[in-house]
């Protein structure tokens, strides 16, 4: 079953007959659950992951996406003047229309899960996406840090979400697999890498760094 609405599902369908085409590749190395990894590569990240992968997943996001108020304080301060160069009044009217829709949208639509950060919050963020892999479903994180970079040089990436395989393997005794995502623009492929496994039994610190390299590998790979 799908964890997309039916209308999302159509309206994908519509849209992939007019846009560019996008080789798939890899997507039978993919055994749920598991957490998928990838990068921004600006807006067309998001766009491109939930327009042609063929496996489903949850994508983390940032916890303002989820409260119409939060949201529109985000839009109207920084998205739109800053990132779209909008002029504030406009930015302002504009954001007061988009923050109701897309905060319904990512609530019950695409399930995303919120991302919170600080010590005290993140634990939720963590406490949700495992209830996610517990029900055999998979996860997204987008982990670069500076998320309009693209080509080969990645840069810095977030790894704190490799507490999740620690975390996971806490509650239900089951290693958990990251699978990098890469997506090449100039090539038009998706392409998923081969699963790396999460070990309990290494040192956290040994095997954080382990599979941050491995998935930058694979993320490079393709550039």
Known sequence: MSIYPRWFRAVRAVVRVFA???????AERVQAPCVLVTRHL???GPVAVYLYSPVEFHIWSLHMFFDADKCREH???YTLPQRARMPKPLARALARLMSYPIAWFFRTQIRAVPV?????TVMKTFDLSVDELEKGENLLIMS?????QEGKEIGEIYTGFLHLGKLYYKRTGKRLSFVAMSINRKE???RFGE????DPTVPFAQEKERITEALLQELRDDY
């Open 20 to 26: 560019e085409k996008m080789d798939v590749r890899g």
């Open 42 to 44: 600006n807006n067309y």
């Open 75 to 77: 839009f109207a301060n």
């Open 116 to 120: 919170w950060r600080g010590l005290k």
């Open 144 to 148: 670069d840090v500076h998320y309009a």
């Open 188 to 190: 038009k492929y998706l």
């Open 195 to 198: 699963p790396i496994v999460f």
